[in-house]
C-alpha cells in the first residue's frame, strides 16, 4: 500500500511538473524572444543564436522626445496614489457595513454587490461623458477620484474579514473612551492587514497593466503609462522592432513581480484567512 501510494505522488507530482512546463512555456519563449532580432523571430527556436542586448538599451529610448523612464514614472505616480485611495477608502466603507449598525444597511450592502456584476461596457458611456463634462479628460482625475469612493470587491473582500473579528474588542475600545474612527483606525486597521496587502497588491496590478482606461482618457503623450507607451513603441515604427517591443514589455512586468513576492506572505494569508472568514 505505501508503494501504490508513493507511485500515485510521484505520478501527479509528474503531471504537475508537465503541466508547469506546458505554462511556463510562453513566458521562456518571451524572454528568448527580447534578445532576438526581427529575421530570427520567424525561427521555431527558443533561444537566439546571436543575443541582441541592445534591444533592452535601444528599446528604452526607442520613442521620441521621451524615454520609458519617463513613463515608469507616470505609472508609479499614478498607481501608487489610486492604490493608497483605495486601500483607505475601501477599508472605511468596509468598516462601516461590518461593524455599524444603520438603516437599510443590507439593501446598500446588496446594491453594492450587483455594482460587482454590472459589466464594464455598460458604464463606460455614461462614465465619459461624465468626466469630459467635468473638464477631466487628458487628467489623471478619471483614476484617481473613483479610486477614492471604494471598490465595491475589494469592500466585500474586507467586510468577510472584519465580520470575523470579535465584537468585544469594539466594546473593550469603548469603555476606554474610543471612537468609532479611533476603533477602525487602532484596531480595525492592523487586525485586517493581511487582508489590506491582498487589496494593495490587487489595486496595483489593475492599475498597472491597465490599458483601455488609459487609452480613453489620456491623450497627451506627457501623460502616458506603460501600456499606452508600449503601443506608441508599435505606431512610431514603420518597421517594428520586435524584440525592442518584447524586451520592453518584459521589464514593465518586473514592478508587478516585485510587489507580488515582496508581499507574497501576507497575500496568501490574506486570501486563506478571507476565506475562513467569511
Known amino acids: 500500500m505505501k508503494l501504490n501510494a508513493r507511485a500515485s505522488k510521484l505520478w501527479t507530482h509528474l503531471i504537475l511538473l508537465v503541466f508547469s512546463l ?10 528568448g524572444a527580447s534578445f532576438k ?7 521555431p527556436t527558443l533561444f537566439p543564436t546571436v543575443w541582441m542586448w541592445e534591444n533592452y538599451t535601444k528599446g528604452w529610448d526607442a520613442l521620441p522626445k521621451y524615454t520609458f523612464t519617463y513613463f515608469y514614472l507616470n505609472s508609479f505616480k499614478l498607481n501608487i496614489t489610486t492604490t493608497i485611495l483605495t486601500v483607505i477608502s475601501s477599508s472605511l466603507v468596509a468598516f462601516g457595513f461590518g461593524r455599524l449598525e444603520f438603516p437599510f444597511k443590507k439593501l446598500w450592502f446588496s446594491l ?23 473638464d477631466w479628460v487628458n487628467t489623471y482625475l478619471p483614476f ?30 469603548k469603555m476606554d473612551g474610543c471612537s468609532w474612527f479611533g476603533i477602525y ?30 487609452l480613453i482618457y489620456l491623450n497627451s503623450v506627457d501623460k502616458y503609462t506603460i501600456p499606452l507607451a508600449l ?19 518584459l ?13 507574497q506572505r501576507h497575500f496568501v494569508e490574506g486570501i486563506a484567512t478571507t476565506g475562513l472568514k467569511g
Open 251 to 263: 521589464l514593465s512586468i518586473t514592478p508587478q513581480i516585485l510587489v507580488f513576492f515582496v508581499a
Open 37 to 43: 532580432s526581427n529575421p530570427e523571430l520567424a525561427l
Open 185 to 214: 483606525w487602532r484596531i480595525i486597521m492592523p487586525l485586517t492587514k493581511p487582508a489590506l496587502v491582498t487589496v494593495m497588491i490587487f489595486s496595483f496590478l489593475y492599475g498597472w497593466e491597465d490599458y483601455f482606461g488609459p
Open 22 to 31: 506546458i505554462m511556463f512555456y510562453p513566458v521562456v519563449w518571451w524572454i
Open 231 to 249: 503601443r506608441m513603441f508599435i505606431d512610431t515604427q514603420s518597421a517594428t522592432a520586435w524584440g525592442q517591443l518584447l524586451a520592453m514589455s
Open 144 to 173: 484617481i477620484v473613483p479610486s477614492a469612493m471604494g471598490n465595491a470587491f475589494f469592500i466585500f473582500l474586507l467586510v468577510q474579514f472584519i465580520r470575523g473579528l470579535p465584537k468585544e474588542l469594539d466594546e473593550s475600545a
Open 112 to 134: 453594492l454587490l450587483l455594482t460587482i456584476m454590472l459589466p464594464g461596457q455598460v458604464t463606460l458611456i455614461p462614465q465619459y461623458s461624465m468626466f469630459h463634462s467635468f
